[in-house]
């Protein structure tokens, strides 16, 4: 909790902050839940750990095994949604892991996971796509699901090496 208290308050608006805030607790509450089952996750390559990429970006992003994974925290399960930014900027993880914050903020149950080609793109608005509970794959098949995952490799033409590096020089900026 105070990693996630930490996490925004050099920023200046309020809804940055607290963004910040869901994201880092809801990587530290999926990273907890995780180890409890015997799954090591890591958020040392995380996004989110750096300030000028959570401050520009929703994202919360940990990794487990080879797989990247990018906590979606709700307050309901009737509300998950995912940045359209995500995809915009090529960041989508290989997963979506989404757990549902129970009231005292101490704790969340992980409610489902999705891959980003599972998303319906019709169901949006300007800034969201959103994520209906009943698509989510259930919490029992994260340990099947890692165990055969295979991550393809996507190769990068000129185009591709060009672009990602106008990206970096748009976020340094």
Do not use: W
Request: proline share 3%; charged share 30%.
């Amino acid at each position: 909790m105070r990693d996630s208290k930490l996490s925004g308050i050099n920023f200046k608006e309020d809804l940055v902050k607290k963004r910040a805030f869901i994201d880092v607790l809801g990587a530290r509450l999926a990273m907890k839940y995780l180890f409890s089952r015997k799954m090591e996750a890591s958020n040392i390559y995380s996004m989110y750990t750096l300030q000028k990429v959570l401050e520009k970006f929703d994202i919360a992003d940990i990794y487990l095994n080879n797989i990247k994974i990018d906590v979606r925290l709700v307050f309901s399960p009737d509300e998950i949604f995912i940045p359209k930014s995500q995809f915009k900027y090529e960041i989508t993880p290989d997963i979506y892991m989404v757990l549902c914050l129970n009231e005292n903020l101490s704790s969340a149950d992980f409610i489902g996971f999705f891959e980003p080609d599972e998303i319906d793109k019709s169901n949006c608005n300007a800034d969201l796509y959103f994520v209906t509970q009943e698509s989510l794959k259930q919490p029992d098949e994260l340990k099947s699901f890692v165990k055969n995952f295979v991550k393809t490799e996507k190769t990068l033409d000129e185009n591709d090496k060009t672009r990602a590096k106008e990206l970096f020089l748009n976020l340094i900026d």
